[in-house]
């Protein structure tokens, strides 16, 4: 059985053979984790679909919660997550340390994420952020920016890569005072780059402190 949201059920339907197949929409996770371990404890081998990796915003957290009162065997099998994917597509920005974060306020109270977003600016961390825009949820975006301009200079590289690797995949290379103008939904990647980060042509790069370290002998 493999058990998922439509859009990622989608995206390996060139891998299913035999199997059967149970998809759901958005907000179905619960009810979707539910449904997998109750056919999963019949004896059942139940594959649960997550985009990227299962355990970065993916349904392995929400399982092994539910998981708690039945005991059942669970492999996770890691993935590649959309932010590497994302930042193979540009170059190397994330080559020192770097923040991931949710725009998305479904879960996680506004005032919690903005605090995170200030926190990271203020650490001059490499910022990815993962649900930057939709169409209800459109001011989240603007205000992470406001906060962000306020600890890096407006000309910090920004890039924005949504579908990647994916039919409709697009790649944009901008900047921290002019990203919010471009395309930007739930299926973008926005990597904001940190004091280090530069651009060379079509890609980005966070200096690690080599040439720093090493001097002339670089």
């Not at 930057?132 to 975006?141: E, F, H, L, N």
Request: hydrophobic share 40%; proline share 3%.
């Amino acid at each position: 059985m493999i058990m998922g949201y439509k859009l990622y059920v989608d995206l390996i339907s060139p891998l299913i053979t035999h199997q059967s197949v149970f998809v759901s929409g958005m907000i179905k996770e619960i009810d979707r984790c539910k449904d997998a371990l109750k056919l999963a404890k019949k004896g059942e081998i139940v594959s649960l679909v997550s985009s990227g990796d299962p355990g970065i915003y993916g349904m392995a957290g929400l399982i092994l919660e539910l998981n708690k009162k039945h005991q059942i065997e669970i492999e996770i099998v890691p993935g590649v997550s959309a932010l590497n994917a994302a930042a193979s597509l540009v170059g190397a920005p994330l080559m020192n340390d770097f923040v991931v974060l949710s725009l998305s306020d479904l879960l996680t109270p506004w005032e919690v994420i903005e605090r995170r977003i200030r926190c990271a600016a203020e650490g001059d961390f490499v910022i990815v952020l993962y649900n930057p825009k939709s169409r209800k949820r459109v001011k989240q975006i603007v205000k992470a920016k406001e906060i962000i301009e306020r600890h890096r200079s407006e000309n910090t590289p920004v890039a924005i890569v949504t579908n990647g690797f994916r039919e409709g995949e697009t790649i944009v290379i901008t900047d921290l005072h002019n990203f919010t103008d471009e395309k930007i939904d739930m299926l973008s990647i926005v990597i904001i780059g940190n004091s280090q980060t530069v651009r060379y042509g079509d890609k980005i790069v966070t200096h690690r402190g080599y040439q720093a370290k090493y001097g002339d002998s670089f």
